[in-house]
């Protein structure tokens, strides 16, 4: 155990001068761990692993402050449950946010200027999705008009979930782009 120990300090002395060979070692010995942690921790598969990469990227980032002295274990697992509350704590902030829309939506609902404002928004999303490359257009549609899972997605056009999450996650990002030049346009003409 001593001699395990020592050569994972000198796997962090190697690593803070940037040896990718130390970085690979600790990442294998630790992934699967961290792995396990972080889906007890988010009962999520792909969140689990995105947290995964994300401890391990923040290892690299700041590999040159890892105290070869103090538990790395211990570092790890610290980053990955500190990274694990920001997404819930981001998730709870998206929700509370998607709420709130929908309430004011429901609430202008019956409101004739807020339904033609709401057409045309439609309109533009439609036409930004029209410029998306068809597969992710489909892939996105069957995801908000046909209301499937993730996994039902795959299965359907033979791809692994993971493709799904990203190219969905393409499109939201296309979108959270293009849109608010297209909504301050809008509210200029109104």
Known sequence: MIENTYEESGWIVALSTGDYKAFKALYEKYHHALYLFA??????????????QSV??????????????????????????????????????????????????????????KQIEDREIIEIVNKLLQQLPERRREIFQMSRDEDLS?????????????TVDTQIKNVLNFLRKKLPKYLKILIWIC
């Open 39 to 52: 889906l007890k921790l988010s009962k999520n598969p792909h969140k689990a692993e995105e947290l995964v």
């Open 56 to 113: 391990f990227v923040t290892v690299w980032e700041t590999r040159e402050t890892i105290n070869p002295a103090k538990s790395f274990s211990a570092y790890l697992f610290n980053i990955a449950r500190n990274r694990f509350y920001d997404m819930v704590r981001k998730q709870v902030l998206e929700n509370c946010y998607a709420d709130y829309i929908l309430q004011q939506n429901n609430r202008f609902a019956d409101d004739f200027e």
């Open 150 to 162: 993730y996994k039902q997605i795959a299965e359907k056009l033979q791809i692994s979930e993971n």
